[in-house]
């Protein structure tokens, strides 16, 4: 086990704030924010798709907690989902929605790979 680590974040608002980062917590923070903008992040897990021009990343996780914010949602260990240039924290039940529609949507484009196939077999363009 490792020993806790403590970081010292310099707020616009509160000064020198120092807190405990969680295991999963990269360790880097932003300086010069207001406190309720403290975050710790862990690393980000990007999810991919296999495309001809190679890999393209479809969406972005990270763990993320932000233990001042005046939302109280993410003052408890979330996860923060990047879908195009936008963020979305989100709890269990969301990630288990999200997880349910894109196993949905993989069946359908299991569907559009079979219809292919066959259009492909008929010998049609």
Known sequence: MTA?????????DHGAVELRCPDWCTGEHEQDVHREDISHLG??????????GGPVTNLVTALELRPYATDLFLRTV????EIG???????LAGLEAMADVLAEQAE???????????LLQEGRR
């Open 4 to 12: 806790p680590r403590t970081v010292t974040v310099q707020t616009l």
């Open 43 to 52: 690393p980000d897990q990007p999810l991919t798709l296999p495309t001809r």
């Open 78 to 81: 979330f996860v923060n989902v």
């Open 85 to 91: 240039a936008d963020w979305y924290p989100t709890g």
């Open 108 to 118: 359908q484009l299991r569907e559009q790979a079979r219809r292919l196939a066959l």
